[in-house]
Each structure stands twice: as C-alpha cells, then as structure tokens.
C-alpha cells in the first residue's frame, strides 16, 4: 500500500521488460526514489546513451550482465553515487517545478503562434 517504504527499503529495482507499449514508468519511479535501477535496453528505450551515464540506471542484456550490474550495487559506494545520479536525474526532468516550466514554455510558444 506504501510504495515509498517499499524503495525505501530496497537496494535497487529491476525492470526485466522485453517488449510492450508505453513508458516503463518503474524506470522512471526508481529515480523518484533514489533507487539504483537494473534494466534491459527495452526499459530504458529512447534514453540517450549519455543520460543512462547519468541517470543512475544500469542496463544489462544478459544473465551475466545483470550478475555484473547487481555487484555495482552491492558495492556501498557505487550504489550511493548511483543513488544520487538517479534522484538528480529524477528533479532535473520529473519534477513538479521542471513540468511547471515545461508547460509554460510550450504555452508561451502556442501564444506567439496565434499571433
């Protein structure tokens, strides 16, 4: 019923997704939460190869991949710089002052169309 306690008291959270539509929103809600996010290339699609670098996610392609990935989150010290790459990531783009800003640009433009 809590999803914040939930991440908060996880490591880090998996999107093992392959295929489908949409966003995969647990992706994104991972970096709300500062959480370190071990995904496949389909989870993350449409990401740049510079914000995965920044976004506190980690993507693998392979069993063995993901045994990698999960040693990176093991490791107290890089889990922690993860965690806040995702947080930071998180405020620059999915914040409620970042959407506040976004939306008055797109009116501020649809204004000067109309003139």
Known sequence: EDLKELYAHA???VVPVTSGGGTCIKTRESQVHARVCLSTEFGVRGM?????ANSGILVYRTADEFVERLGTVLDDRKRSEL???ARAYAEDR???SKFTEQVA???SAKKGEAI
Do not use: G, P, W
Request: no cysteine.
């Open 11 to 13: 490591l880090a959270t």
């Open 48 to 52: 740049s190869q510079q914000d995965l």
């Open 94 to 96: 999915f914040s409620r």
């Open 105 to 107: 640009a797109h009116l």
């Open 83 to 85: 965690e806040r790459r």
